[in-house]
């Protein structure tokens, strides 16, 4: 993925307010100098937690909206829809978590979660 100059400079806006509100993290202070290793480990550790905010937020983007009642997946009967289902996706950045819909069937005494998983494979 390329980024245009725009969403660069933006970006470069952003690290700047980032650095800004971090500063005793970056910034020299009395008795305590940043050696390169501090300002990479607190680099990252910002960069970790943005990326896995965005893709929390992107990840609830994907959730789709169901119709009430949704039909059983296994006997077909409308089943209405129960408490969402926290989930939780352990990435490379972190916990993502979001809550899934549900549904349960009477009928089959199961659950059964209608929506596309916002992340990952297999989560269902
Ligand atoms: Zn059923």
Redesign the pocket.
Known sequence: MALDAKKRLRIEELAKQLQALMAEDFDDQPGNVKSFDDLETTSVTVGDEVSRILLESASKKRIPDLPVPTA??????Q?QQAEPEPRVLQTRRGEVTWLEDKYY?R??R?SFFPGKPPVGAGCQ
């Open positions: 059983c997946p296994h006997c077909q009967r089943c069937c009928h089959c199961r």
